[in-house]
């Protein structure tokens, strides 16, 4: 596609629940990272895939925290049994080439309650 | 470790004012510096970058020199216009992670006619 594509654009869980957000890179893209935004904050580093190798996951937040990308292309970003602390956007990246930068998507915002 | 500290917001202005919002970094060793930006209910843009000490990154009528002897990275335009209004992240990428992205926490800048 023309962009990267995130779905659900919205999500409301509850506290317990488990989601599953869904990141569709820009065809071709071999890097692929996944960020959290609390409201106020910037984006914080959580995963980074290149083609299906999840090459760095240290800033997952938890082990309830768990992400994949089996084919290289599209991710999916799971959390289980959800907390209120985890309300925040989470956005999808992806890059053919790391030195010019890569497109982000609009991100899934997550609420809890 | 590596840190981003952006001047807080919200910044309003009024139509064709000079803008500045400042930015330094922390690094170990020798960052790429990016300012992005995030329009209302879009995803982040990449504005500008710049790789290497003394560079500048422009786009748009936007502006900023990587400078080292400061680790500042601020971000410029002579004259804003209403539609500049978003909010605006600085972010580093340190050469020895996999390209993740450290930001800022954002300063929201809005443009009155």
């Keep these: ?113 | 470790g590596d840190s981003v500290t952006q001047m807080e917001g919200p910044v309003t202005l009024s139509e064709e004012a000079f803008l500045t919002i400042n930015c330094t970094y922390t690094a170990t060793g020798y960052p790429s510096l990016f300012w992005y930006v995030q329009y209302p209910g879009e995803g982040l843009q990449l504005l500008l970058k710049a790789t290497k000490a003394d560079d500048k990154g422009s786009n748009k009528g936007f502006e900023a020199t990587y400078r080292k002897e400061t680790t500042s990275f601020h971000l410029e335009k002579g004259s804003v216009q209403v539609s500049d209004s978003a909010v605006y992240f600085c972010a580093l990428s340190d050469p020895g992670s996999q390209g993740n992205l450290i930001f800022g926490k954002g300063t929201k800048l809005s443009v009155k006619p």
Excluded at chain 1, 81 to 108: H, I, K, N, P, W
């Design chain 1, 1 to 113: 596609g023309a962009g990267v594509s995130q779905s659900p654009r919205y999500k409301v869980a509850k506290r317990g629940q488990d989601v599953a957000l869904r990141c569709d890179p820009i065809s071709g893209h071999v890097s692929l990272f996944w960020y959290q935004q609390a409201l106020g904050q910037g984006p914080e580093f959580l995963t980074y895939f290149q083609n299906e190798a999840q090459l760095d996951k240290s800033g997952l937040p938890s082990d309830r925290f768990f992400a994949e990308r089996p084919e290289g292309s599209v991710s999916t970003l799971k959390i289980q049994r959800t907390q209120q602390e985890d309300s925040a956007v989470y956005l999808c990246a992806s890059s053919l080439d790391l030195t010019y930068g890569y497109t982000f998507g609009s991100g899934t915002r997550l609420t809890v309650v």
